[in-house]
Nanobody, 116 residues
Framework: QLHLVESGGGLVQPGGSLRLSCADS?????????VKWYRQSPGEQRELVAG???????DYAHFARDRFTISRDPAKKTVYLQMDNLTPEDTATYSC?????????WGQGTQVPVSP
């Protein structure tokens, strides 16, 4: 069973960058899991940001393409979301999600307010 923990959120100015991290609290490798980042803004539905497949494939929401990068560090057992050129519209709680077969896990999320 995974206990996903996100980190790296915080207040950032428009045009700034953040790198979010997702890892299991018990240091279980995520290599065999498909891992996706989602976000949810107040009053909005949760939406997919980016995903990383087990074989190295990646996919992005239209708003994330060219600005966000999802990556894995197997040695650190961590999945990252690098976010560049942030705008106030990116303000949200960002959560990671991992699944394998019938097993699915969510983290608690990390807040990313983008404001001057």
């Amino acid at each position: 069973q995974l206990h996903l923990v996100e980190s790296g959120g915080g207040l950032v100015q428009p045009g700034g960058s953040l790198r979010l991290s997702c890892a299991d609290s018990k240091a279980t490798s995520l290599s065999f899991y498909t891992v996706k980042w989602y976000r949810q803004s107040p009053g909005e539905q949760r939406e997919l940001v980016a995903g990383s497949g087990r074989g190295g494939s990646t996919d992005y929401a239209h708003f994330a393409r060219d600005r966000f990068t999802i990556s894995r560090d197997p040695a650190k057992k961590t999945v990252y979301l690098q976010m560049d050129n942030l705008t106030p519209e990116d303000t949200a709680t960002y959560s990671c999600h991992a699944f394998l077969g019938g097993f699915t896990y969510w983290g608690q999320g990390t807040q990313v307010p983008v404001s001057p």
